[in-house]
T-cell receptor, first 118, second 115 residues
Framework: NAGVMQNPRHLVRRRGQEARLRCSPM?????VYWYRQLPEEGLKFMVY????????ESGMPKERFSAEFPKEGPSILRIQQVVRGDSAAYFC????????????????FGSGTRLTVV | AQSVTQPDIHITVSEGASLELRCNYS??????LFWYVQSPGQGLQLLLK????DTLVQGIKGFEAEFKRSQSSFNLRKPSVHWSDAAEYFC????WGGGGNKLTFGTGTQLKVEL
């Protein structure tokens, strides 16, 4: 019973390049949450998606960041034209549906993708 | 909007000593409250959670937490710390409603255990 899978674990990009982070939810889960952890800080909510739909993107930076969760395949967090300030750990969690699930049992987080911009 | 404060950035305890990590939250209704632990380079592992019922919650690895509504606190405790408990600990509050059920995290407490 695989948990939430994120890849790559580590990603290095030069300033101006694009970063694509992938998240495969737990089996049977159709909702995905992305969080970002900046150095020396706690996790901050970025976006909440269900398949083919963005439910809440209130935590996403207005520019350069986008997220999708297609009908087939993993959820993708895309960062265009990366800057040094994007260096962080990006975590994803999943839930079975649009209900209290994550609050009732607690989020299950993936191991994260650590993005370094050089 | 909800918020979480973890007033201690770093805490050092001796192995075998007791531990208490502080967490204060701000939320209008009864919140969902969580404690997570993060080892270096790893993801977050859920230690325990609270929403209703008994205000003393037991978690994994011998941890417990007590919800005190009057103090808006949810402090994490362990009677005897082991060297393997050295990690960063995050308190979080969850809210249901609107577009989803996202968590708001504190900034974390780094625990160091002296042998």
């Amino acid at each position: 019973n695989a948990g939430v899978m994120q890849n790559p674990r580590h990603l290095v990009r030069r300033r101006g390049q694009e970063a694509r982070l992938r998240c495969s939810p737990m089996k049977g889960h159709s909702h995905v949450y992305w969080y970002r952890q900046l150095p020396e800080e706690g996790l901050k909510f970025m976006v909440y998606l269900q398949k083919e739909n963005i439910i809440d993107e209130s935590g996403m930076p207005k520019e350069r960041f986008s997220a999708e969760f297609p009908k087939e395949g993993p959820s993708i967090l895309r960062i265009q034209q990366v800057v040094r300030g994007d260096s962080a750990a990006y975590f994803c969690a999943s839930s079975p549906g649009r209900d209290r699930g994550p609050l009732d049992y607690g989020y299950t987080f993936g191991s994260g993708t650590r993005l370094t911009v050089v | 909007a909800q918020s979480v404060t973890q007033p201690d950035i770093h805490i050092t305890v001796s192995e075998g000593a007791s531990l208490e990590l502080r967490c204060n939250y701000s939320y209008g209704a009864t919140p969902y409250l969580f404690w997570y632990v993060q080892s270096p380079g790893q993801g977050l592992q859920l230690l325990l959670k609270y929403f209703s019922g008994d205000t003393l919650v037991q978690g994994i690895k011998g941890f417990e937490a007590e919800f005190k509504r009057s103090q808006s606190s949810f402090n994490l405790r362990k009677p005897s710390v082991h060297w393997s408990d050295a990690a960063e600990y995050f308190c979080a509050v969850g809210a249901w409603g609107g577009g989803g059920n996202k968590l708001t995290f504190g900034t974390g407490t780094q625990l160091k255990v002296e042998l």
